[in-house]
């Protein structure tokens, strides 16, 4: 397992301040903390101890999602086309997640 990057997309920006669109970049360690670079006027950089503390504060209840970069890598879902992974785990499932898709097993 390696490091996996990820930009934060806001579909809409309920606080005025971020805008919306993709908001910050980042990057999951293997040990699961995060560090996270925000874009705009006045970036920052902050490490997180996990993503969900990161959208605990800055998912706006789903206004943000994570796009997963490294989506090759990714275990896909089965049924769904090589869509980006957030995407295709959106339609196989109908519910957004910030971790990557379970891998299924298949007969």
Not at 58 to 79: I, K
Request: charged letters at 15%; glycine letters at 10%.
């Amino acid at each position: 397992m390696k490091p996996q990057t990820f930009e934060l997309v806001r579909y809409a920006d309920i606080s005025g301040v971020s805008g919306t669109g993709t908001v910050a970049e980042g990057c999951v360690f293997t040990d699961g903390s995060v560090a996270l670079r925000w874009h705009g006027e006045n970036p920052s950089t902050a490490v997180w101890p996990d993503l969900d503390s990161i959208l605990a504060v800055h998912g706006h209840c789903g206004a943000t999602v994570v796009r997963w970069l490294d989506v090759s890598e990714l275990d896909p879902v089965p049924g769904t086309d090589p869509l980006p992974g957030e995407v295709a785990h959106i339609l196989a499932t109908g519910r957004h997640s910030h971790h990557p898709p379970p891998a299924v097993a298949t007969a």
